[in-house]
């Protein structure tokens, strides 16, 4: 039955941008694209995700962006899970771009080169992939989800589940720290986790 009198809600004008209203948890990531004139770009990212359950990623961008200009004329990208102490490193990855469209700053940001695309990583991200771009799917206004095929990746030695042989995933979790962001503007680092209650008869 519905309660028409509570009065814990607030109502959001849907005219306006909902998602700065309240915070929301994703990963935090980085996006690798090589540049028109042979460097590397990377760019965080929050607005990214698996796609269903094969080796397929998504992020979106917006034709405003190098990154999307980037990955659509090379046709590849990386992406990078950064560990929280890599937060600065994130933070510089969005600085914003000289008067002359340069990002000196990504000078000072260690990469890693992807083995099977033209990429970079940033070094030491727990989780890498080398996705091949697919296709960019519709007309959000201007932003537009980019989708790639995962064609290669890797992962922290130490950050690897395995499962079936006894390992404590909370344990793997709480000495392994993951990086998160709060959307609108801030971070939290995870350490504590419990088992999700799955129904016993849940499949896919």
């Keep these: 039955m519905t309660d028409e009198t509570n009065t814990n809600m607030v109502e959001l004008d849907v005219e306006k941008d909902v998602w700065n209203r309240g915070y929301t948890v994703h990963s935090l990531l980085i996006i690798g694209s090589k540049e028109e004139d042979g460097n590397y770009n990377f760019a965080p990212k929050h607005m990214a995700m698996p796609l269903g359950f094969s080796n397929h990623f998504g992020f979106i ?6 990154t999307y200009r980037n990955i659509q004329r090379e046709k590849v990208f990386t992406v990078s899970y950064p560990k929280p102490s890599q937060l600065t490193v994130s933070s510089l990855a969005a600085t914003q771009r000289e008067d002359d469209d340069s990002k000196p700053v ?22 890498q992939l080398e996705c091949k771009l697919t296709e960019c799917l519709g007309k959000f206004d201007e932003w537009e989800l980019v989708v790639g095929e ?24 709480y000495d392994n720290p993951l990086l998160a962001y709060l959307h609108p503007n801030r971070f939290s680092v995870i350490k504590e986790s419990n088992v999700f209650p799955f129904p016993k008869e849940l499949k896919r």
């Design 150 to 173: 995962i064609v290669a990746g890797r992962i922290d030695k130490k950050m690897s589940r395995k499962v079936g042989n006894g390992v404590d995933e909370g344990q793997l979790i």
């Design 106 to 127: 990504l000078d000072q940001i260690p990469t890693t080169p992807a083995q099977k695309i033209d990429g970079y990583f940033v070094e030491d991200s727990y989780f």
């Design 61 to 66: 961008g917006t034709p405003r962006k190098s």
